[in-house]
Nanobody, 127 residues
């Protein structure tokens, strides 16, 4: 089992930046793939970014590619999401997720690929 706790959400104006963090504890073998998802009210939870334990070949959703950067510090068991050039449509609850498999080497993955989830942190972008 792995426990995930997100932080760093908040309110920002369009064009601004935020950095989300996700602290992982427990069995870190369960977090070879880690990712960020988001869910806006009335919408499906969508994948934002994913990264394998070695940090190579991170995956991004089309709507955030070029603006968001996912990274991880395995020594600190922490996942990050640097979000730049934020837009009002980025407003959502952001969730951290982890899984022991290696699917994220090949693609972003979907909600069903992840076994472990955090409680979420809210990001609000105003125009």
């Amino acid at each position: 089992q792995v426990q995930l706790v997100e932080s760093g959400g908040g309110s920002v104006q369009a064009g601004g930046s935020l950095r989300l963090s996700c602290a992982a504890s427990g069995n870190t073998y369960s977090s070879r793939c880690m990712g960020w998802f988001r869910q806006a009210p009335g919408k499906e939870r969508e994948g934002v970014a994913a990264i394998y334990t070695d940090g190579n070949n991170p995956q991004y959703g089309a709507s955030v590619k070029g603006r968001f950067t996912i990274s991880r510090d395995n020594a600190k068991n922490t996942l990050y999401l640097q979000m730049n050039q934020l837009k009002p449509e980025d407003t959502a609850m952001y969730y951290c997720a982890a899984d022991p498999s290696s699917f994220c080497l090949y693609g972003l993955g979907s909600r069903r690929h992840y076994n472990h989830w955090g409680q979420g942190t809210q990001v609000t972008v105003s125009s």
